[in-house]
C-alpha cells in the first residue's frame, strides 16, 4: 500500500473513534499556512434526536492534508450529541471562528462523506455557483476548478447546498467569520481506505469488506493537495 494511503489509514484506527461518546469531540491542529480543514462529521452525531453515521476516513483525509500541506486542521474524532455541520451554535464552530482570528485563515476546505451510490466523484458546495455575491467562495472558485479538471464536470452544488442551511460549516465560514469556504462532498469510492470493523456500515452487516480503489483515492488527496497549496499562494 502506498505510504500516504497507509497514513490516512493508520490514523482513521488509531485516532478516531466512531462511537466513544465524548464532551471533547474534536482536536486542532495548528500549522502555518492560512487556511484551515475542517471534519466535522468523522465520528457518529446526534442531528434533531436522531444518531447519524460517521463520514468514514474524513477526518483522517483532513490530518494526512494538513501534514502535507500546513494547513491548520479542526476534525471530529469521537461521537459527540452535537452536529457541527447543522447546529448554528456548537463548540465547534467557536473553535473555528478562534482558529480563524487566531491564524488570520482565509479560506476553510470543509470535507464530508457521500455514499457510493452518488454520481459524482466528489460535488464542491459552495452556497450559489452562479451568483457571486452569494458564493462562498467567489476569488476560489476559479483555483477549485482548475484543480479537478478533467476529473469531474460538472463540479460544485451538485446535491441541494444553499444558503437557507445556516448551520452548515461553510455557512458559518463566510458569512460569520468572513472568509471564504467550500463543502467537499467526498463519495466512498475516493475515500475509504480500508472499512473498520467497528463502523456504522459493518455493524449493520453492510459491505464490512469494502474499500476505494488505492489510485482512486490517491488522486483525490493529490488533487485537494494541489488545491491547498495554490490557494495557499493566492491569499
Known amino acids: 500500500m502506498d505510504q500516504t494511503l497507509e497514513d490516512i489509514r493508520k490514523i ?3 485516532r478516531i473513534d466512531y462511537h466513544k461518546l465524548s464532551d471533547r469531540y474534536f482536536h486542532i491542529i495548528e500549522r502555518n499556512i492560512p487556511i484551515l480543514i475542517s471534519a466535522p462529521h468523522g465520528a457518529k452525531h446526534l442531528r434533531q434526536g ?11 483525509m483532513a490530518i ?3 501534514e502535507l500541506t500546513g494547513a491548520h486542521v479542526i476534525y471530529v474524532k469521537n461521537k459527540t450529541v452535537e452536529d457541527p455541520n447543522f447546529d448554528e451554535s456548537s463548540e465547534y464552530k467557536r473553535a473555528i471562528k478562534n482558529i480563524v482570528d487566531k491564524h488570520g485563515i482565509k479560506f476553510l ?8 451510490e452518488r454520481d459524482y466523484k466528489v460535488n464542491v458546495g459552495i452556497i ?4 457571486m455575491k452569494r ?8 483555483i477549485i476548478k482548475e484543480a479537478f479538471k478533467g476529473f469531474q464536470e460538472p463540479l460544485f452544488n451538485l446535491d441541494s447546498f444553499t444558503e437557507s442551511s445556516p448551520g452548515t460549516v461553510t455557512y458559518f465560514a463566510r458569512n460569520i467569520c468572513g472568509i471564504e469556504a467550500a463543502q467537499f462532498e467526498i463519495n466512498a469510492k475516493f475515500r475509504i481506505v480500508e472499512r473498520k470493523p467497528n463502523s456504522s456500515k459493518a455493524q449493520k452487516g453492510t459491505e464490512l469488506d469494502f474499500k476505494a480503489e488505492e489510485k482512486d483515492v490517491l488522486e483525490m488527496i493529490k488533487r485537494l493537495e494541489k488545491m491547498l497549496l495554490v490557494i495557499a499562494k493566492n491569499v
Do not use: N, Q
Open 64 to 66: 494526512k492534508l494538513g
Open 12 to 14: 482513521e484506527l488509531d
Open 135 to 142: 458564493c462562498s467562495c467567489p476569488k476560489l472558485k476559479p
Open 128 to 131: 450559489d455557483d452562479r451568483d
Open 50 to 60: 436522531a444518531w447519524k453515521e460517521e463520514d468514514e476516513y474524513t477526518s483522517a
Open 109 to 116: 476546505a470543509d470535507i464530508h462523506g457521500a455514499d457510493k
